[in-house]
């Protein structure tokens, strides 16, 4: 195939799996059970991610990257950006813009590294896990700097914050690691279902 024809294929895909991401992101954030999230943020079952997971997967580091940091910033501007204004200063709101989103997000299209992910059950788990636990440490982070002091808003957030003697990233480990788990979970059975149909798509197409 012509490469420029290629390189067109490849953004196409890339744009319907961004569009598909978005539009289970808002499916899913209406179903009863799937729109299950924490108190001050972070969806239990977060299979929106998937299609994210999937870019990197299917067509390698660069468009894996380029994609899930692009669904980073449009998630940044379409509810991102509200949080944003609870920051006391530019700082803080640059620190939720690259942590909470840009870096959070973009940490899923590492799974281009990985071009061969789907080749067995364990692999594909492997990068499930290594991928979500760079967007965990990301999300810990600015929670540890930024959300911990909107704990004593929720009453199971402020009872978690007292149970771990008010320390910050513990706090936020044990806060973003619960959703963080889930959705590990979650992902690897969806790609453990499909993994078979992703492998005929992606030989077929010639995508990596």
């Known amino acids: 195939m012509n490469h420029n024809k290629m390189i067109i294929k490849k953004i196409a895909l890339v744009s319907m799996l ?10 899913t954030g209406i179903i009863p059970g799937l729109n299950l999230s924490m108190p001050l943020g972070g969806r239990i079952f977060n299979v929106a991610l998937f299609p994210i997971l999937l870019i990197g997967v299917l067509l390698g580091p660069l468009y894996g990257i380029s994609g899930a940091v692009i669904y980073g910033i449009l998630g940044f501007f379409l509810d991102g950006y509200a949080l944003a204004n609870f920051a006391e200063d530019l700082n ?22 990985f071009k061969k992910s789907l080749e067995s059950p364990f692999k594909f788990s492997v990068v499930v896990i290594i991928t979500m636990l760079i967007r965990w440490l990301s999300s810990t982070i600015v929670g540890a700097v930024l959300w911990v002091s909107y704990a004593t808003s929720d009453e199971w957030t402020s009872n978690l914050l007292n149970s771990v003697g008010n320390q910050a990233f513990i706090y936020s480990g044990i806060y973003n690691g619960i959703y963080t788990l889930t959705t590990i979970l979650t992902l690897i059975v969806i790609g453990l279902s499909t993994r078979n149909q992703l492998r005929v798509i992606k030989e077929n197409y010639h995508l990596v």
């Open 18 to 27: 961004l569009a598909i991401a978005i539009a289970l992101d808002v499916i």
């Open 92 to 113: 803080q709101a640059l620190l939720v813009f690259f942590l909470d989103y840009v870096i959070a997000f973009g940490a899923l299209g590492l799974s281009g590294f």
